[in-house]
């Protein structure tokens, strides 16, 4: 087994040591008491002894160099052969991070010398032991201590297996709920019970089979669209309209956009507030969206547009016919998933439409121009 | 605790009052120790006890904790209700023998046809600034021992209810005091009271997670509590007060219940009390489990001398809070 030589303390107020020579060198068969190296210190120059029989492995600081006490300067291996080993991973470390090996052990071998040290190591081994490995992914390898690691929000991971909580998993089973197609819809892992308890009866919903939602009676097309500048573009109106009104707005945009229309009604729904009916907003200014200038119009709305972001709602599909729009997800991004009865809007159009109010909600210049 | 008339006692009090009480009732009660008849222990908590029962009962020992340890637990079998006052908590290293060797084992290999009805009261509790053999925890050290009840006190409260049903108690009970809650007020009966062995008492209701807490570390769960009840999350706390026997039950529908827990103790993390409940709520609650099973106790390194470190060392309501955030939302828990 291969051996650390580490900087000796050669004095009582001594804390690091100026190599002055080696007398053995790297392949270097050496016995325990062989001088290995010279060292000075500020009162004397000592002839240090290898301390073991085996081989000179490697040497880690050069003659001329000034070393701190406790810092290993030198391995010595038991046999030519693990030599040669030691001195290849050594030459590897080194080529990976550039340093030189007299730097990779540099910090690995301080000495410990006050309960500061043993509350990091303490830590250090509390973290590494208690480090959950639920999905293979290897624990971190700097075992950091004290910081909840955040969620796995990759998932399955090379198992294949998704992280769910005991709890969550059993409200699964007595649900019939399919585990996968809750992250397949977005759901985070590890799924916690609250999720599970959320998600609508596997029945009745998309979500619980979303490669089937084909099948039902109106088609349904989903669309991502980055938020960050629609809503620089909100905080900008001054009064800020709310973002449902907004969104309403530039679907109506789109709508005029992609398919044309003299006067168009949308219906809009959020979490939390009243129903809201609105008539041509993408016609007024943003800022007064709040006003009575788009109010109310009568009639059957031509779209329903349902804001569910900021919701821990997973999905949505609406029971009635007719087009509806719901918006989903999360700080980042929208989810726009279209909902609507290809004998009264084609595919063609409804994916245009889709297309264009994300295309709008990226990059707002094409709502406002 | 409605109804009967109440005071504000300090737990030193409680403990001289639940003492008094038992040795005015029972004329074999005896007491024990370093320094608790004149001095009435460096903690003042046995003041004026042998005043009234003067120095046949109140027994001043020279320093040899073994040796007095040992009279107690053969005074115990032949007919005596000792309670002997062990100063710290650390000297528990001192007494092993006469306390698991004897004392623990004693009832089962006489065949049943002797008992040992001692108590041994002792303390733990870091943060005094004692340094590294006078401010450990180690009721996980007894608890191991089959024969032995381990007593929790978490307040005044439970310190007098628990220590006269240790006198009463047929077996052997060891009962380890906060010493930095001697001071500390809790309202108490003025009228007798017994708490039973065995049972844990819900300190405070809550459906998003459950914090089983045991003597100080009760305060901490509190003052976690009611940070976490300004956000909105309504945390239950668990009071084992007694270890041995545990009253599993009660934190397991407490668990059902909320679908998440930590444990907190004030004893070294590792092999300790956390470990033991958190692996019976793994092992009997495990499919209401909603985030892995916490755990917070004593770093594992020698208490340290320097205050600034000693502090770091023990479970505090900042770092409680963090980690009841971190399992509300779902994360994997780390370190200590």
């Known amino acids: 087994m291969a051996h650390d030589v580490l900087m000796p303390q050669l004095g009582m107020a001594q804390d690091a040591g100026l190599i002055v020579a080696w007398h053995k060198g790297p392949g270097d068969p050496v016995a325990a008491d062989d001088v290995?190296?010279?060292?000075?210190t500020d009162k004397a120059t000592m002839e240090v002894p290898a301390g073991r029989d085996g081989v000179l492995a490697t040497i880690r600081a050069a003659a001329g160099e000034e070393v701190p006490v406790g810092n290993v300067i030198a391995v010595i291996a038991a046999d030519a052969a693990e030599a040669e080993r030691v001195a290849g991973e050594v030459a590897a470390a080194s080529a990976n991070d550039g340093d030189a090996p007299v730097e990779a052990g540099a910090t690995s071998a301080s000495p410990a010398p006050a309960a500061v040290d043993?509350?990091?190591?303490?830590r250090t081994e509390g973290a590494t032991a208690e480090a959950p490995r639920p999905t293979g992914a290897s624990p971190s390898g700097n075992g950091t201590a004290d910081i909840a690691a955040p969620a796995a929000d990759k998932g399955a991971g090379p198992t294949g297996r998704i992280l769910a909580t005991p709890k969550a998993?059993?409200?699964a089973e007595a649900r019939g709920i399919d585990l996968a197609a809750l992250v397949g819809s977005g759901a985070r892992e590890p799924i916690l019970y609250r999720a599970v308890a959320d998600a609508p009866d596997p029945g009745e919903a998309?979500?619980?089979?979303?490669?089937?939602?084909?099948?039902?009676?109106?088609s349904a097309l989903e669309a991502l669209a980055e938020r960050s500048a629609f809503d620089?573009?909100?905080?900008?109106?001054?009064p800020a309209p709310t973002r449902a009104a907004a969104l309403a707005a530039f679907l109506a945009g789109a709508w005029r956009g992609s398919r044309g229309a003299d006067s168009l009604r949308i219906a809009v729904q959020t979490l939390g507030a009243p129903p809201l009916r609105l008539t041509d907003p993408d016609r007024v200014p943003l800022s007064r969206l709040g006003g009575d200038d788009a109010a109310a119009g009568d009639g059957a709305p031509d779209i329903s547009l349902f804001d569910l972001t900021e919701s821990r709602l997973a999905s949505y599909r609406p029971a009635a016919s007719g087009t509806s729009l719901t918006l989903l997800g999360d700080g980042t991004a929208f989810r726009l998933l279209l909902a609507f009865d290809e004998r009264t809007l084609p595919l063609s159009e409804a994916a245009h439409l889709l297309d264009e109010l994300a295309r709008r909600i990226e990059d707002p210049i094409r709502q406002l121009l | 605790m409605r109804g009967p008339p109440m005071r504000e006692l300090t737990l030193s009090k409680a403990v001289n009052e639940a003492i008094a009480e038992e040795?005015?009732?029972?004329?074999?009660?005896?007491?024990?120790?370093?320094?608790?008849?004149?001095?009435?222990?460096?903690?003042k908590v046995l003041s004026g006890l042998v005043e009234e029962f003067g120095p046949e009962r109140i027994l001043d020992t020279p320093i040899s904790e073994p040796g007095f340890t040992g009279i107690a637990v053969g005074a115990a079998m032949t007919g005596m209700r000792p309670i002997v006052d062990l100063m710290f908590g650390d000297f528990l290293f001192l007494v092993m023998d006469q306390l698991c060797n004897q004392a623990a084992k004693t009832h089962y290999m006489s065949g049943g046809k002797l008992s040992v009805p001692m108590v041994l009261r002792t303390n733990m509790g870091a943060t005094r600034r004692s340094a590294a053999q006078h401010s450990q925890s180690l009721h996980a050290l007894v608890a191991h021992i089959p024969g032995l009840k381990v007593a929790m006190p978490s307040s005044a409260y439970e310190a007098k209810g628990l220590l006269k049903s240790a006198i009463r108690d047929a077996d052997p009970v060891v009962i380890f005091e906060?010493?930095?809650?001697?001071?500390d007020k809790a309202p108490v009966p003025e009228e007798e009271y017994l708490l039973p062995l065995g049972k844990a008492e819900i300190l405070r209701e809550g459906r998003d997670i459950s914090f089983v807490a045991t003597s100080s570390m009760r305060q901490v769960a509190e003052a976690a509590a009611a940070r976490l009840a300004e956000d909105g999350v309504s945390a239950e706390i668990i009071d084992p007060r007694t270890i041995v026997p545990l009253d599993e039950e009660t934190i397991l529908a407490s668990v059902r219940k909320t679908g998440r827990v930590?444990?907190?103790?004030?004893?070294?993390?590792?092999?300790?009390?956390?470990a033991e409940i958190a692996a019976r709520i793994a092992e009997k609650a495990f499919y209401h489990l909603d985030a892995p099973v916490g755990r917070m106790g004593a770093m594992d390194v020698p208490i340290p001398f320097s205050p600034a470190l000693e502090d770091l060392t023990v479970p505090t309501p900042e770092r409680l809070v963090e980690r009841a955030m971190a399992s509300l939302r779902g994360e994997p828990v780390h370190g200590a």
């Open chain 1, 36 to 40: 290995l190296m010279e060292v000075e």
């Open chain 1, 118 to 122: 043993a509350i990091a190591v303490a």
């Open chain 2, 262 to 274: 930590i444990v907190i103790d004030e004893g070294h993390q590792s092999f300790g009390v956390t």
């Open chain 2, 178 to 183: 906060d010493k930095l809650m001697y001071q």
């Open chain 1, 206 to 218: 998309s979500i619980a089979a979303p490669v089937a939602t084909p099948i039902a009676a109106s």
């Open chain 2, 23 to 43: 040795m005015r009732r029972d004329p074999s009660i005896i007491l024990m120790g370093e320094d608790v008849a004149e001095a009435g222990t460096p903690f």
């Open chain 1, 169 to 171: 998993r059993r409200l």
């Open chain 1, 232 to 238: 620089a573009l909100l905080a900008e109106a001054d």
